[in-house]
């Protein structure tokens, strides 16, 4: 089970207001800030890391970009995720739907946040 993750980011405050606004439909907020770095925890359950299990921090960002995708409840928080990340400033990389492709029941919406990281919410459905 991974703990936490996290990516360098070109514009901190920029990324940072991208990621609060995207992520709070997920129940997402911001755990513990450094100088130049946030992590995100979801404190669903008050089990999650005090520190978050998702980071951004200040610094030149991986070639190529990363692909992170975060757990939804259900099909409304993966559409609410997805207006809230395009109102943020994100690039459409996939509106919310069904991906059966995937598995049965796999809904997701992607989204290209400002340094052109592949982030999505996904809900498994019945299926998972």
């Given at each position: 089970?991974?703990?936490?993750?996290?990516?360098?980011?070109?514009?901190?405050?920029?990324?940072?207001?991208?990621?609060?606004?995207?992520?709070?439909?997920?129940?997402?907020?911001?755990?513990?800030?450094?100088?130049?770095?946030?992590?995100?925890?979801?404190?669903?359950?008050?089990?999650?890391?005090?520190?978050?299990?998702?980071w951004i921090g200040a610094g030149e960002?991986?070639?190529?970009?990363?692909?992170?995708?975060?757990?939804?409840?259900?099909?409304?928080?993966?559409?609410?995720?997805?207006?809230?990340?395009?109102?943020?400033?994100?690039?459409?990389?996939?509106?919310?739907?069904?991906?059966?492709?995937?598995?049965?029941?796999?809904?997701?919406?992607?989204?290209?946040?400002?340094?052109?990281?592949?982030?999505e919410a996904v809900y498994h459905g019945?299926?998972?």
């Amino acid at each position: 089970m991974i703990d936490h993750t996290g990516f360098n980011v070109s514009d901190y405050a920029l990324s940072r207001a991208f990621y609060q606004k995207a992520l709070a439909p997920l129940g997402y907020r911001i755990c513990l800030e450094l100088e130049s770095s946030a992590g995100f925890g979801a404190q669903r359950g008050g089990s999650d890391d005090l520190g978050g299990d998702f980071w951004i921090g200040a610094g030149e960002p991986q070639a190529p970009r990363m692909h992170v995708a975060f757990h939804a409840a259900n099909e409304e928080e993966v559409n609410e995720f997805y207006r809230a990340a395009i109102e943020a400033g994100g690039k459409d990389n996939g509106a919310p739907g069904e991906r059966p492709h995937y598995h049965p029941g796999y809904y997701a919406a992607f989204v290209l946040d400002p340094d052109g990281h592949n982030i999505e919410a996904v809900y498994h459905g019945t299926a998972a």
